[in-house]
């Protein structure tokens, strides 16, 4: 038998008068023509849209058929960490530190934030890993994976913002103008949680071993963000916690929305930044990665 070539087969089409379209392959590799590629993932983008409304909405019925209490899980691990770290702190247990908010607000908050980035990073490796058997079957946008579950973090954070609209009355806190921006500062701590589930998404389709460590993944992340406790000043901690990209996204986007001012603000712009390079990487790796992950599975 011919030797197969090193890069997966690449459909082109060509029309043939009166006959249906001819299927032709190549084995020349996707980044070797970067222009047509880019071109090919917008148009799969834009062409997604139908199909990834109609995957939000199945999973978002079946998100919620299969359970008694519905939304309130969403509110769950945020009131259950504050209300435990509230107990420690008042008994002395824990020395957390001055926060700028009343420090059951400030955790709720903090931690509402971190879910809605952890939702991001794991939707996407769950949504390859909970369609394998379509994907292996159907030849359709892989964009539309990708729609369906940013669609479901914003569903999810819709549902987030009764908690926080309910901590802003139960400890006054005022509104300022800054919380309308909020939500862009939001959208680029998604970008970035995005980005790393598209990198990881076709390896968690061959291999659970990456579904299961996410969790412990996550955890020891949100250790080293300024989530539980507020922003360390001096030590070897502080610069790794400094050094963590959430750092300054997820702060400002706290502060934009209670406090009113950005504690660090060229800290933010370049952690947007690396949040845009990650998500444009994870977007090349998950398209060119995903044909070879779909004939894996599918062999």
């Given at each position: 038998?011919?030797?197969?070539?090193?890069?997966?087969?690449?459909?082109?089409?060509?029309?043939?008068?009166?006959?249906?379209?001819?299927v032709?392959?190549?084995s020349?590799s996707?980044?070797?023509?970067?222009?047509?590629?880019?071109?090919?993932?917008?148009?799969?983008?834009?062409?997604?849209?139908?199909?990834?409304?109609?995957?939000?909405?199945?999973?978002?019925?079946?998100?919620?058929?299969?359970?008694?209490?519905?939304?309130?899980?969403?509110?769950?691990?945020?009131?259950?960490?504050?209300?435990?770290?509230?107990?420690?702190?008042n008994?002395?247990?824990l020395?957390?530190?001055?926060?700028?908010?009343?420090y059951?607000?400030?955790?709720?908050?903090?931690?509402?934030?971190w879910?809605?980035?952890?939702?991001s990073?794991?939707?996407?490796?769950?949504?390859?890993?909970?369609?394998?058997?379509l994907?292996?079957?159907?030849?359709?946008?892989?964009?539309?994976?990708?729609?369906?579950?940013?669609?479901?973090?914003?569903?999810?954070?819709?549902?987030?913002?009764?908690?926080?609209?309910?901590?802003?009355?139960?400890?006054?806190?005022?509104?300022?103008?800054t919380?309308?921006?909020?939500?862009v500062?939001?959208?680029?701590?998604?970008?970035?949680?995005?980005?790393i589930?598209?990198?990881?998404?076709p390896?968690?389709?061959?291999?659970?071993?990456?579904?299961?460590?996410?969790?412990?993944?996550?955890?020891?992340?949100l250790?080293?963000?300024?989530?539980?406790?507020?922003?360390?000043?001096?030590?070897?901690?502080?610069?790794?916690?400094r050094?963590?990209?959430?750092?300054?996204?997820?702060?400002?986007?706290?502060?934009l929305?209670?406090?009113?001012?950005?504690?660090?603000?060229?800290?933010?712009?370049?952690?947007?930044?690396?949040?845009?390079?990650?998500?444009?990487?994870?977007?090349?790796?998950?398209?060119?990665?995903?044909?070879?992950?779909?004939?894996?599975?599918?062999?």
């Amino acid at each position: 038998m011919p030797r197969q070539s090193q890069h997966l087969p690449r459909p082109l089409i060509s029309n043939s008068p009166g006959d249906l379209p001819e299927v032709v392959y190549s084995s020349t590799s996707l980044l070797r023509q970067p222009l047509k590629l880019m071109g090919a993932m917008g148009r799969d983008l834009l062409a997604a849209r139908e199909l990834a409304w109609r995957l939000l909405v199945r999973d978002i019925r079946s998100q919620y058929r299969q359970s008694l209490l519905g939304v309130f899980w969403a509110f769950v691990p945020p009131i259950a960490t504050a209300v435990g770290l509230t107990l420690a702190n008042n008994a002395e247990v824990l020395n957390i530190g001055e926060t700028d908010l009343p420090y059951p607000a400030y955790v709720m908050l903090s931690m509402t934030l971190w879910q809605t980035f952890a939702e991001s990073l794991t939707g996407q490796v769950q949504a390859v890993t909970n369609a394998k058997y379509l994907l292996s079957r159907i030849n359709f946008p892989r964009e539309a994976l990708v729609l369906s579950q940013l669609g479901q973090v914003g569903f999810n954070f819709l549902i987030k913002l009764v908690l926080i609209g309910a901590l802003f009355l139960w400890f006054k806190m005022p509104v300022g103008w800054t919380a309308i921006v909020a939500p862009v500062a939001l959208l680029h701590l998604v970008s970035f949680g995005t980005g790393i589930g598209l990198l990881l998404a076709p390896f968690g389709g061959l291999y659970e071993d990456i579904s299961k460590g996410l969790g412990l993944f996550l955890t020891a992340w949100l250790f080293v963000t300024p989530v539980l406790y507020p922003l360390p000043q001096s030590g070897l901690f502080a610069a790794l916690v400094r050094l963590n990209p959430v750092t300054p996204l997820l702060m400002t986007t706290r502060e934009l929305a209670t406090i009113g001012t950005v504690s660090d603000p060229s800290a933010f712009w370049i952690a947007s930044l690396i949040a845009l390079l990650v998500l444009l990487l994870g977007w090349l790796v998950h398209r060119v990665a995903m044909p070879f992950m779909i004939e894996r599975i599918s062999a």
